[in-house]
Structure formats: C-alpha cells, structure tokens
C-alpha cells in the first residue's frame, strides 16, 4: 500500500533529522525541544477538540499539575537528579490522570460552549490557586534543581526526553485513533445522543480520551518545568492565556480531526512566532493577533482541511485504503 | 477564621463590602448585557469585551487630558468604540456570523491580543487615571464610606442600562435587533436589512463596553491589560443571567460584585480572582445538573 | 474518520526555515562593539518597568559611546545592545537568555525587570558561565542560590520597607508608646518581588514585636483593592505596607483616599515610577516610598556627573523624569564598562573576577559587591510625598526634609 509506506518512509525521514538536529543545530536544540512541547501540545488537545468534538480551554491545566508534581518531588524526596526527576515524571502522569478523571466526570457532562467555558474558568481557577498556596512557593513560584552534568548536557538531555515523549504521543495516538476507540471518539463528535442511543458508554470513552491527553501533558510539564528552571502558577505553569489557547490554534491551523494536522499546524504556528519574536521587537503579539485572526477567518478548516477540498482525490486515495483497525473488539 | 469573626464584631463592614461590590458590579454588567446582546442576536461569543472596556477607557482618559470632564467622556467614549464596534464587523466579525461558536471565540480572542498590544505600543503601558474632582461620602463614623464616583458611574450604567432597554423596545432598530435574535431568516424575510442589525448590534456592544470603561477609568484605574477580568465576568453574568433580560444581567452583576468582595475579604485578596473562576465552574456544573434534573422530569 | 496523510515538505522546510532564522554568529565581540545582551519586558504586565529599564541601559550606552567607548588593550570599543522581549513572562525570559548566548553568541548580559524574570535567567546564565549584571531583580531568594554570575546593582527586597517599619518604631517610641503595640498591615502583590519585601517586613515586624493584622497578597491582575482596605478601615492599623509594581501603587492611593483609609503612617514601593504624587495629586500626600536611588543624592561619577545631572541628561532625552528603575540600570552598564578596563581582556572569566572586585561611585551611589553578588554598598532612601514633591525622609544622613507624623489625609 503505497501510502503507508509513505508515511513510513515520513516518519523515518523526520525522526532521523529529529535525531540528528542537536549535532547540526546545537544552537537551536533549546528552540526545536520547544517545538516538540508544541506538537505534543496540538496533539493532544486535538484528542478532544477535533477527535471528539469537545473543545476545551482548560488542558494547560495538566500540563502544569504534571509541572508542579514533578518538581515537588524533586525538592522533597531526597533523591538524585535523575531518579528524582524520572520518579517525578511518573508522580505527574499519574496525578494528571486522576485529576482528568475526577473533573472529566463532571465537566465532560456540558456540552459545546458551556464546556469550552467551564475548562476556560478551570485553567485560571488552576492558576489562581496554585499562586495563592504556599507549599508550593505561592506567587513566588518555584526553582527546580540544577542539571548535575556538562554545559550543552542538560539540552541535548530534555531535547531527547522531550523528543520521546512526542514520537510516543504520537504512536499512541496513531494507535488508538485507527481503533474502535477512535470510531468511538468520532462517533460522539458527530452525533453524542445517537452514539449513546446506540449503546456506547460515551461518558467512559470522554473521560477515557481526556486521561490519555492528561498523561502526556503531565509528562510533558514535568519535562518543561525542568527545561525552563523557573516555574510561575500563571506564566508558565498554568499559561492559560498562551500555551492553553496556542494548543487550540495549533491544531486548528494544522487541521483538526487529524493525526497529521496538528503536527504541522505546531510546526509553523512555532516557527512563524519566533520569527515574529526575533524581527518584530515589540510588535510580536501585534503580529501573533493577526495571525490568529488569519488563521481562524480564512483557515477555519486548517491547512490540511484546505488541502483535502482543493486536492480530493489525493486524501480519498487515503481512504479507500485505509487498513482495517489493527484490532478486533473489545 | 479571624476574617469573619471580624464582620462579626463590625456588622457594619458588610455594608461596606455590598455597596462596594453592587457599585462595581453595574459596570461589569454593562459589559456583560453587550456580550449577551451579540451572543443573543448573532450567535458570536467575544472575548474581546475587556479590550472594548480598556479602550473605552483610554478615550476618557485622554479627553481628560484635554480638559474634558471625565463624565462627558462617557458619551462620547460610548460614541466612538459604537463606530468601532460598526468598523470591527464590517472588517472581521461578519466572517463569523454563521460559523461555529467556537471559531467565534478563538477569532475575537485574537482581536483581543491585538487591541491589547495595539494599546502597549501606541498609548505605553503606564497606569492611568481620570480624576472626576468627586468627593466622598461616609456614614457611620467614617466606617463606610462611598466615593460620589461610584455613584455616578452607579447611576450612569443605571442609566445606560434604562435607555438601552427604551432603545430595544421602542425604535425601529431596537424592534429590528429583538426580531433578528428571534428568527433571522424570518426577519430578512419580512425585508430586515440582518447585516445592518449586526453591525449595529456589534457597535452597541463595543459602546456599552466603551461607557463602561470611561467609568472604570474615572473610578478605578485603566492599563492595556486589564481586559480579562471584565471578559471573564461578562461571561459569569451571562450564564447565570441568560440572554434576554436586562435587569437580570443587572442583578447578576451587581451580585457576582457583592460575592466578589466577600470572598476576597473573607479568603484573602489572593483567592478573590480564583474564587471568582471557580465559581464560574460551579455555576456550569450546576445549570448542568439543574438541567439535566427537570429535563428527567419533562419525562 | 479519514486518516489523512500530510505531505512531508512543509514540516521539512518549517525546519530549514527555522534553522536559517537569525543566522548564529559569534557576536560577543564584533570588529570595535562589545555586543550586551538584554531580554526585558516591552510588552505584557511589566512593560512600564521594562522600558525604564531598557531607556536606563540605552542612556548609558549611548553616554559611554559618546565620551569614546570602553579602553581595552589599544582599541577603543563601542557597546551595544541585543534586546528581546520578554513579554513579561519567565518561560519567555529563560528562552531569551538562551538565544542570546547560543544563537547570538552574547557573552555577556543585563538583567531583565522584575525578580521573577531574573529567577528564570539566573540559572541559564549559571549554566553557560555568562556573567549578569542587572538592576532590577532585588528579590533576597536569587542571592541565596550560590549563583556565581549574577550580579545586581540594586539593594535587595529585604531593605525596600525595612526603613519604614523602624521609623514607624521610632515615632512610637518618640510618643511614648512601645514598638511591641503597633500594629501592622500589609497588601503585596502575589509575585517574587513582592512577596520578598513582605518577608522583609515580616521579620522586621517580629524583631519589634509588632503585630501583623493583615496580610492580603494581592493578585497581579487586580484592579480594585477595596476589599483588602476595608479589612485594614476595620482593624485600624498604625502602619500600612503595599507594595504592586506601579499598578498597586497607583490603587493604593487612590483608593485609601477615597475610601478614606485614616492609617497614621503608610508606606509604599514604585511611587515613582508610577508618578503618584504628578498624577494623583493630593490623594499621594504624605506618603512613604520606598526607593533605590533619588536624584537629590551627593553621589557623583564621571559619565554622567552628579545625580542630578544624570536626571537631567534622562529628562533631555526621554521625556519624562527617571525612576530608580532607569538609575539602577544604568549603573548595570557602567559596571560591565568598569570591569572591562580593569580585565583588559573579553575572557568571560576574567571580566567575572572583574566585576566581583567592583568598588566604584557612581551617580546611582557605591557599587560594591559582596560574595552572593547583591550590592552592598549603597542605602535603600525613603521619600515621603511632600506639596507634590519627592522628598527624602530617611535614612537620616540623606534626609532632605522631616518626617511629617502622623498623615493628615487629603480633603
């Protein structure tokens, strides 16, 4: 099947240059782990809002819980740097999950805007709270421990710890969208009331998708507050204001509904606001508010959205041959 | 808590903390009866409101500056962002119109990052102030004390609030808008110019915004990035109150001010804004359970 | 659901595209320019601070080119600056100083406004041994870190109200009352910077005994403290303490005087920076003020001459009157330009040791270091608003005026 082993053969082409990246750009590895914190990101938010129909403001919210418990762990359990850091890392998958499960729950019940809303006022309430709570620095915020090894070590460190964390959202989700999960998932989206009709447990497979997004947010926070040394509640830990509504945008701009689109609508959504960043001192968010607008006005459908109406038969191609689900039931 | 045991000993600081908190919730409900109108007639939830409040605020300010009481600033602050308001959909917001509610949220997010920074750049990030020259009042021994100001800009949203009202019901506009947020294709049926009513709509938010904001500015204190909060709570009010009516966006803003304060009394300053969004939650999550209750019980 | 595949190109060329942005050169020193670099806040809540910051290093550049560079072996260098903004927000600052050192090649940096932005930069910077000069992190927490390269020109948080609090203790003790009676509010803003000046006072207020009533930290993003006043209306502290950046500020004034809160003595820090006493007019009077430096101050230099001049030289070309924001900044680049003489040389270490073993006056006051890196040498002021103007009240030996106790409010 030929494109299958296209992607393949994608696949493979850009994890070599992914790989390679740190010994051909040592400079930029700070900037390219960014990138892959942003496609884990588009990817996961897209789990819900283009998988699943429910758009939520509210995911930096794992992100940062994941941030906080890992770095919590780090101060108090006396541990070494790394098994410090990697138990940490599991203390804020774990967390995240059963955090999405207890609000997915409640907050998975609203339906359109008002969910929109509700996660929108759950990831400031996050951040609100976390900057009024002592025990975790307050408004002060908090430092993680400095990386033992070399100059250059700590980045190329967390450009591969990152960089995993991507390849494995990615697979995961690949995965779970080409089976019965995923129809499930798409069921919802296009009709709830139907799907429920039809007997699917719709609340199980909501809170379901929000754990899966929740584990590699929390994983990913844990990562980045590392990577950036200093974590506020409101500016970096519970950014709802930036990375919470950059996922949205990514995944829109990228296409959502899709494995792919969210990976590229990261990439350039990334690329193009460091650019803004290095040319248009002063004027970046001028520039990133247009491209907002741009992007929501004449790409609401995405890049890949747009591509697939103006090329049909390459996408269709995609779907006639789409393999069957890689498994039976369950 | 010693918070509360201090509202024991000194009753008299509720009232205090209420008139501060309904003062201040007439302007947010200013802000929010606009979101309502939009999100009624045109089915577009804006997440610019804060912007429209900021600006409005900048043209008191600045008449202010050129020796124009403040007061007077709020018409005219009213008048302007309404031609903005009218500019902002014939360039952005007809786009949306029809879309998903969402795609309306993320676009006037991005009119909101921009408005903002436009302001950074162009009026400079200081704090600023319009001084009214208004006294205080205070009862009780100085233990309750309410500045003229909040009561002009009581009564001036009040007011604003009334001549919508009188607006909506009696001018062939008003009866245009009420139509097209019934039924729009019925409306461009019976020979309603829609777009017409949209623009005007979309004004008349982005001008009680404005006259909001030329009240914040005389009130309080104005900066490019004070948008969120009134965003936010236009936003609670909206949900609570519903889309239809006045008084009831009213009440509710004047008392999501009042909880406001005593929260932020009785918690601490630090948790007033998060008791605020959690709130908000509460509130969804609530209506949620409410609806689904009496919808088991249509049954 | 389609499962669509992408087309590989445009992520590859994303890449190339991101690979080409702001080509990496080694630019610590090119030709005759000694290249600083700065990441400040331009844009977001900070950005008043952040161009008084970035007006201060300016100024100073632009002087020190002037009077012919920096002397090091037989050339004469120019300097310049590389700036960024942060936009306010600590995960953008900790990027910036990375940029700055991989991609730019900037060897050696200015601080950024505000402490929490320092606290995301001082561990790069540790990281890759570039020595920081900054003017505007005063939090107590960055120097207890152990950093090696961080320096500060300004004197740290514990100081800010520290001044206020003992004369507060001293009019007590001049009424005949102890210290230990007096009670104390406080209102700070839920950030580093000022939640380090409240643990200043915290401690100070126990030293004296003093009792703390309430303490309210203020969220960043408020515009109305009414609630937090009306506690402090109720409690009837002798001594209120606020501290917000310009924005707290400028709300506590206008709102203790509507709300006519009758506190015998209050204290504040940015008063300047805010211009309370230009804009909010009697509503200001007698308030105290915290402050780094004060163009009334006998200290003097060779680049810019006394204080006042310095304050002249800022008026003429900014247009408004400097705070101590600019000041300290300012300072910042003259010790980089102070430790390259003496270093004679752009080995990174060579111009640390360099700046460790600062001495010098300059117009902002003594800069000395100690072995954190926080100066040492120089005094926190306080000003009280006095008819409209910045007055200093304390400490004694620059006192420009006396204290006047207790506050009459404003009709």
Redesign the interface.
């Known amino acids: 099947m030929r494109?299958r082993t296209?992607?393949r053969?994608?696949l493979g082409?850009?994890l070599t240059?992914a790989l390679a990246?740190p010994w051909?750009?040592?400079?930029?590895?700070?900037?390219?782990s960014?990138?892959w914190v942003m496609i884990i990101f588009a990817l996961t938010w897209d789990t819900l809002g283009g998988?699943m129909g429910y758009?939520s403001f509210g995911n930096v919210v794992f992100f940062g819980v994941g941030m906080y418990a890992c770095a919590v762990v780090q101060r108090d359990a006396g541990l070494e740097y790394f098994p410090a850091l990697f138990l940490g890392m599991a203390v804020a998958a774990a967390l995240a999950v059963a955090l999405a499960a207890v609000l997915g729950s409640?907050?998975l019940?609203?339906r359109?805007?008002?969910f929109?809303?509700?996660t929108?006022?759950?990831g400031?309430?996050a951040g609100?709270?976390a900057?009024?709570w002592d025990f975790i620095g307050?408004?002060?915020?908090m430092?993680t421990p400095?990386?033992p090894g070399e100059?250059g070590g700590?980045?190329s460190f967390f450009y591969y710890l990152l960089l995993a964390l991507t390849v494995t959202t990615f697979l995961v989700l690949r995965r779970l969208?080409?089976g019965r999960f995923?129809?499930a998932i798409?069921a919802i989206r296009d009709d709830e009331d139907k799907a429920e009709a039809m007997g699917l447990h719709t609340t199980r497979y909501k809170t379901t998708a929000w754990c899966v997004s929740a584990t590699f947010l929390g994983l990913t926070g844990a990562a980045v507050g590392n990577l950036?040394?200093?974590i506020?509640p409101?500016?970096?830990a519970f950014?709802g204001?930036?990375f919470g509504?950059w996922m949205?945008?990514m995944a829109?701009l990228?296409g959502k509904?899709?494995?792919?689109?969210p990976?590229?609508g990261a990439?350039?959504f990334?690329?193009t606001q460091?650019?803004f960043?290095?040319y248009l001192?002063?004027?970046?968010?001028?520039a990133?508010?247009?491209?907002?607008?741009a992007?929501?006005?004449f790409f609401?459908v995405g890049?890949?959205g747009w591509?697939?109406e103006r090329w049909p038969e390459r996408?269709g191609h995609?779907?006639d041959e789409?393999p069957e689900p890689a498994e039976g039931g369950s | 808590m010693s918070n509360l045991q201090l509202l024991f000993d000194a009753p008299i600081l509720c009232v205090q903390l209420l008139v501060d908190g309904i003062l201040i919730g007439a302007i947010f409900a200013l802000a929010a009866y606009g979101m309502a109108l939009v999100w009624g007639v045109m089915n577009v939830v804006t997440i610019c409101q804060g912007e429209f409040v900021m600006l409005g605020g900048y043209t008191a300010y600045f008449l202010y500056k050129a020796g124009v009481h403040p007061l007077f600033g709020v018409p005219i602050a009213a008048a302007l962002l309404f031609a903005f308001g009218w500019a902002l959909y014939r360039a952005v917001i007809f786009r949306v119109v029809d879309g998903d509610l969402f795609i309306s949220i993320l676009a006037t997010f991005g009119l909101s990052i921009l408005l903002q920074q436009l302001a950074n750049q162009l009026f400079g990030a200081d704090v600023r102030t319009a001084e009214s020259g208004f006294r205080t009042l205070f009862f009780f021994d100085g233990m309750v004390t309410v500045s003229v100001v909040k009561i002009v800009a009581f009564v001036a949203a009040l007011v604003v609030g009334v001549a919508l009202l009188v607006f909506l019901k009696r001018s062939r506009m008003g009866q245009a808008i009420r139509a097209t947020a019934q039924n729009a294709r019925a409306a461009r049926i019976m020979g309603v110019d829609t777009t017409r009513v949209y623009a005007a709509t979309f004004g008349l938010n982005a001008a009680l915004c404005g006259a909001a904001g030329a009240l914040v500015a005389m009130t309080w204190l104005i900066h490019p990035y004070l948008g969120l909060p009134y965003t936010v709570r236009s936003f609670m009010i909206v949900i609570l109150a519903g889309l239809g009516n006045v008084a009831v966006v009213l009440a509710a803003g004047m008392g999501l001010g009042a909880a406001e304060n005593f929260a932020g009394f009785l918690l601490g300053a630090e948790y007033q804004a998060a008791f605020v969004f959690a709130l908000l939650v509460a509130i969804l999550l609530w209506r949620r359970f409410w609806l689904g209750r009496t919808r088991r019980y249509l049954k | 659901m389609r499962r669509p595949l992408g087309r590989g190109t445009p992520l590859i060329g994303a890449l190339a595209v991101m690979v080409a942005a702001g080509a990496a050169a080694n630019a610590k020193v090119e030709g005759d320019t000694i290249v600083l670099g700065a990441a400040v806040s331009l844009t977001g809540k900070y950005s008043t601070n952040g161009k008084n910051t970035q007006d201060g290093y300016d100024l100073a550049v632009a002087r020190v080119n002037e009077l012919g560079g920096v002397q090091v072996g037989d050339t004469s260098y120019k300097l310049e600056v590389v700036y960024y903004d942060d936009e306010s927000t600590p995960a953008r600052a900790a990027q910036l100083a990375e940029r700055l050192i991989n991609q730019d090649g900037v060897k050696f940096l200015l601080g950024p406004y505000s402490s929490g932005l320092t606290k995301a930069i001082a561990p790069v910077t540790e990281k890759y041994k570039i020595p920081m000069v900054e003017g505007n992190g005063a939090s107590l927490s960055l120097f207890t870190e152990g950093y090696r390269y961080l320096f500060a020109t300004l004197t740290t948080t514990q100081f800010y109200l520290r001044e206020a609090v003992n004369l507060a203790a001293a009019t007590a003790e001049a009424a005949g009352r102890s210290p230990a009676d007096l009670k104390v509010a406080m209102a700070f803003e839920n950030d580093p910077f000022s939640q380090d000046i409240r643990a200043g006072v915290t401690e100070d207020a126990e030293r004296w005994g003093m009792k703390v009533v309430v303490d309210d930290k203020l969220p960043p993003e408020i515009n109305d403290m009414a609630a937090t006043l009306t506690k402090v209306k109720a409690v009837k502290p002798d001594l209120l303490l606020v501290s917000g950046h310009t924005k707290g500020a400028t709300l506590a004034v206008r709102q203790t005087a509507e709300m006519r809160v009758d506190v015998p003595m209050v204290a504040i820090t940015h008063c300047d920076s805010a211009q309370v006493a230009e804009t909010l007019g009697s509503a200001a009077e007698y308030f105290l003020c915290a402050s780094q430096w004060d163009r009334s101050l006998s200290y003097r230099d060779d680049w810019f001459g006394t204080a006042e001049e310095y304050a002249q030289r800022f008026e003429a070309t900014f247009d408004y009157a400097p705070p101590y924001q600019a000041a300290e900044s300012t300072a910042a680049v003259l010790v980089f330009v102070d430790a390259f003489r003496r270093a004679q040389s752009f080995d990174t270490e060579k111009v640390r040791d360099a700046i460790a073993a600062t001495d010098m006056e300059t117009f902002y006051g003594r800069i000395k270091f100690d072995e954190t890196g926080k100066n040492i040498a120089k005094p926190m002021v306080l000003y009280q608003v006095q008819d409209g103007q910045y007055k200093v009240v304390a400490p004694a030996e620059w006192a420009s005026a006396k204290l006047i106790y207790p506050r009459r409010l404003a009709d």
């Open positions: 494109p296209a992607s053969w994608l082409g850009l240059l990246a051909l750009v040592p400079a930029y590895r700070t900037q390219i960014f990138l998988q758009n409640g907050l019940g609203l359109g805007q008002y929109a809303i509700a929108l006022g759950l400031f309430a609100e709270f900057s009024g307050a408004g002060s915020g430092v400095l990386y100059v700590r980045e969208y080409s995923g129809l798409n950036i040394g200093f506020d409101r500016d970096v950014a204001p930036t509504v949205v945008l829109i990228g509904g899709t494995l792919w689109g990976v590229l990439a350039v990334h690329v460091e650019l960043w290095t001192l002063g004027w970046q968010r001028v990133l508010g247009l491209l907002i607008l992007i929501v006005l609401p890049i890949l591509a697939r996408f995609t779907v789409r």
